[in-house]
């Protein structure tokens, strides 16, 4: 029984924790709500830069934003994030202007089969999906690169630890955009001006379309096998520093 289609969350939990898995995607259990004051801040932050990147003035796209189920000290820790969201805005402006301003797309869903074919996010034979926060197309001379920019809240950490996840999307660029000549994927962090010594924008390599389809697309898909070894497995718990996040802690063995 294949556990398709996948995320690269799905799969990284399926490799965390097969208990967890279990619970969530084999059972569908309905788990204890967990409240996560920082998802909610992030998932805001993103609207935020999502309504800018389409012309919005950050003034209105935070009031749109924080109407969401914020509380009061959330809206104001929102706040917080206003230099990081209007610098990442101005650079990224400044990036555009000498790229040749290419067309930029938010909130990108973009899905793929199996064997390595565009499909619908919703269709039934989508086996990897995902949804990317930016994703462009550059040209430069007569050759065509994906770029795809991921936001993320947290403070800034190595890039490496987000290998998987941005090697999918540079997996799923080259399957969706058939035409470009090379990928490449990097994380905006958005608290990048707490920490000094910290770049905006983590750029991960530039990969040419040779390397992409000997090198990351098949560790990609042995990602997505292992995860689904993982997950035909007896349901497992391990801890980590998922456990503070799962919703199934009241029913776990080891809690």
């Not at 749109?64 to 809206?75: G, Y």
Request: glycine share 6%; charged share 30%.
């Amino acid at each position: 029984m294949s556990n398709a289609p996948w995320s690269i969350s799905k799969a990284n939990m399926a490799h965390e924790c097969t208990y967890r898995f279990h619970m969530r995607y084999t059972k569908r259990a309905k788990g204890r709500r967990i409240e996560n004051s920082a998802g909610r801040i992030g998932t805001a932050v993103h609207d935020i830069l999502d309504r800018m990147l389409q012309g919005t003035e950050f003034k209105r796209a935070f009031v749109n934003a924080s109407i969401q189920k914020l509380t009061r000290k959330e809206i104001l820790e929102l706040k917080t994030h206003e230099e990081g969201i209007k610098r990442f805005i101005e650079r990224f402006a400044d990036w555009r202007d000498k790229m040749g301003k290419p067309e930029v797309y938010p909130e990108v869903q973009m899905a793929i089969t199996e064997e390595l074919g565009e499909t619908g996010y919703w269709d039934k034979d989508a086996y990897f999906r995902g949804v990317l926060d930016i994703s462009t197309v550059v040209t430069r001379g007569d050759q065509k690169y994906a770029v795809i920019i991921d936001h993320k809240t947290g403070m800034p950490s190595d890039i490496e630890k987000y290998k998987p996840q941005l090697d999918s999307y540079v997996a799923m660029a080259s399957v969706v955009y058939p035409d470009i000549v090379g990928a490449q994927a990097a994380i905006h962090w958005v608290r990048a001006q707490e920490a000094a010594d910290e770049e905006v924008i983590a750029w991960g390599p530039m990969y040419k379309r040779p390397v992409i389809e000997k090198l990351i697309l098949p560790q990609f898909l042995e990602h997505l096998q292992s995860a689904e070894a993982r997950a035909q497995e007896r349901p497992t718990p391990t801890e980590g520093w998922y456990c503070e996040f799962c919703e199934y802690q009241d029913s776990c063995p080891i809690k």
